[in-house]
């Protein structure tokens, strides 16, 4: 199956500095997504991005689908970033289309 | 917009025992899915649905069934709970039809199962 590796596994920061995350994935995907699992548990939706580049406040991510790979960017980062990130794709062709699968994650710790 | 509901939000088992987790959607979702997530892990799939009366395996559904009888409701079934079922429990929905491959998945806000 596809493998999706996230980089770096863990991260800490100091409240107001940059980072990017990055997600490389195994095979062609046709729908990425970032989540950010938050220190009480859940599950929010930061992009939905397969290609191209998107931006929210200080959250932007971009996808370079042919090279396989996405890019979190978090600036001006702030204790509420604080939790786990992950990726997750859906495989471009075959019955793995219906699979939406997660990466490894990236723990994230903002430091005030 | 109530979106992706679980029940219920916590639950200890003892071991052999069973019990039926709910998820229902409101958003008229085709596709369903159940994640499980061990402390400090990423999230496994068990089970999911591309629509009422199909479903198929994950990487992890051992220990697990499900059916999908309508659109809004896919239920996750433990016939006899062993501790290595101690997770949380994450059941999410897309779409995927004409104009709109593939959409975002949205998730609900999980059930944390004990097994002892």
């Known amino acids: 199956g596809i493998q999706v590796e996230q980089s770096p596994p863990d991260l800490i920061l100091q409240e107001g500095a940059n980072s990017t995350l990055r997600c490389n994935f195994s095979d062609s995907v046709n729908n990425l997504q970032w989540f950010h699992q938050n220190p009480w548990g859940q599950l929010i939706n930061l992009f939905y991005?397969?290609?191209g580049t998107k931006q929210n406040g200080r959250l932007s991510a971009t996808t370079v689908a042919t090279e396989r790979y996405s890019l979190l960017y978090i600036s001006s980062s702030q204790t509420t970033d604080s939790g786990v990130y992950f990726c997750a794709v859906r495989r471009n062709y075959g019955g793995a289309t219906n699979k939406l699968i997660f990466g490894t994650g990236t723990l994230l710790a903002v430091q005030p | 917009n109530a979106g992706v509901t679980q029940t219920p939000k916590f639950r200890i088992l003892k071991i052999g025992q069973s019990m039926t987790l709910q998820c229902t959607q409101d958003m008229n979702h085709n596709y369903m899915y159940w994640y499980r997530q061990d402390p400090g892990m990423g999230l496994k799939l068990i089970y999911y649905s591309v629509g009422a009366g199909i479903t198929d395996k994950g990487e992890v559904p051992n220990g697990y069934n499900v059916s999908r009888s309508t659109t809004e409701d896919f239920p996750l079934r433990l016939e006899l709970a062993a501790p290595s079922q101690t997770s949380v429990y994450f059941c999410?929905?897309?779409?995927?039809?004409?104009?709109?491959?593939?959409?975002?998945?949205?998730f609900g806000q999980g059930t944390r199962l004990t097994v002892v």
């Open positions: 991005i397969p290609s």
């Open positions: 999410a929905s897309s779409y995927s039809g004409q104009g709109a491959r593939y959409t975002e998945a949205f």
